[in-house]
């Protein structure tokens, strides 16, 4: 059984940095493609920022030049560096680690607060 665990969430200014942390227990980390989403109260999850196995990444628009994920094989984890970050950020996080688009296992999320 996999678990990811969050962490790094918490509240900042607007116009400051965080970065999220997913570490994944298990073995072949390295295969998956590993995903960071968003919920914000009273909407859907949406996709935030995704990397293969290859390390191909994409983002979405809203985060674009100012969000980078990476992932450290080694140490099982992924990252989210979130810069420049607006009120409208404000959201649950979560990991997600799937392969051929199929999810395989979600993180239980890290709240994400954007507020002076």
């Known amino acids: 059984q996999v678990q990811l665990v969050e962490s790094g969430g918490g509240l900042v200014q607007p116009g400051g940095s965080l970065r999220l942390s997913c570490a994944a227990s298990?073995?072949?980390?390295?295969?998956?493609?590993m995903g960071w989403y968003r919920q914000a109260p009273g909407k859907e999850r949406e996709l935030v920022a995704g990397?293969?196995?290859?390390?191909?990444?994409n983002y979405a628009d809203s985060v674009k030049g100012r969000f980078t994920i990476s992932r450290d094989n080694a140490k099982k984890t992924v990252y989210l560096q979130m810069n420049s970050l607006k009120p409208e950020d404000t959201a649950v996080y979560y990991c997600?680690?799937?392969?051929?688009?199929?999810?395989?296992?979600w993180g239980q999320g890290t709240q994400v607060t954007v507020s002076s």
């Open positions: 298990g073995s072949i980390f390295s295969l998956y493609t």
């Open positions: 997600r680690q799937s392969l051929a688009d199929t999810t395989l296992y």
């Open positions: 990397i293969t196995s290859s390390y191909r990444t």
